[in-house]
T-cell receptor, first 112, second 113 residues
């Protein structure tokens, strides 16, 4: 059974700092997604990572995938308050083309 | 832009009622999904559909059913609502094409009293 674990589940940090959110998954998968959710809002797709060594960047966020270690990271550089949100990773279930298994989410609070 | 529209943002129902949650997408997506979201548990898949009139159970289908009579519309039905079904319900849709992300509606916060 595929399981997805994120850590930390909660992170409070100061503006200007760097930090990394980790997403581990338990069985082989070749696709990983990162989503963002603002309070009271829906989920927004951030990154799609499709292969080992894939790296995607958007502004202060950078995501990477290591399929051998079954690990993805979401790195935040010089955090700003607007990045406060809950971040989810999701992995494609092994025998499905589209069903996702989700991590529990990381609630990120960035203090001015 | 993809638009996934859920019929209600907030809904309050009573125990034992039959509850309908509606979802419509405007991008001709083949796949549609219903999730529930509870604090600390992430998103859990209730049902999904990969074509009209087709449905598959997700991880927590008990107490729910679904209907997909048209490609753009996917309905979630709580046959006899119970208090443990109080939750945030999220609808999503996607293409079958490899790697395409799921697009989500705004969610329905359902309270069962």
């Amino acid at each position: 059974e595929l399981k997805v674990e994120q850590n930390p589940l909660f992170l409070s940090m100061q503006e200007g700092k760097n930090y990394t959110i980790y997403c581990n998954y338990s069985t082989t998968s070749d696709r990983l997604y990162w989503y963002r959710q603002d309070p009271g809002k829906s989920l927004e797709s951030l990154f799609v990572l499709l292969s080992n060594g894939a790296v995607k960047q958007e502004g202060r966020l950078m995501a990477s995938l290591d399929t051998k270690a079954r690990l993805s990271t979401l790195h935040i550089t010089a955090a700003v308050h607007d990045l406060s949100a809950t971040y989810f990773c999701a992995v494609v279930a092994g025998d499905s083309n589209y069903q996702l298994i989700w991590g529990a989410g990381t609630k990120l609070i960035i203090k001015p | 832009d993809v638009k996934v529209t859920q019929s209600s943002r907030y809904l309050v129902k009573r125990t034992g009622e039959k509850v309908f949650l509606e979802c419509v997408q405007d991008m001709d997506h083949e796949n549609m999904f219903w999730y529930r979201q509870d604090p600390g548990l992430g998103l859990r898949l209730i049902y999904f559909s990969y074509d009209v009139k087709m449905k598959e159970k997700g991880d927590i289908p008990e107490g729910y059913s679904v209907s997909r009579e048209k490609k753009e519309r996917f309905s979630l039905i709580l046959e006899s609502a119970s208090t443990n079904q109080t939750s945030m319900y999220l609808c999503a849709s996607s293409y079958t094409r490899y790697s395409q992300p799921q697009h989500f509606g705004d969610g329905t916060r359902l309270s069962i009293l």
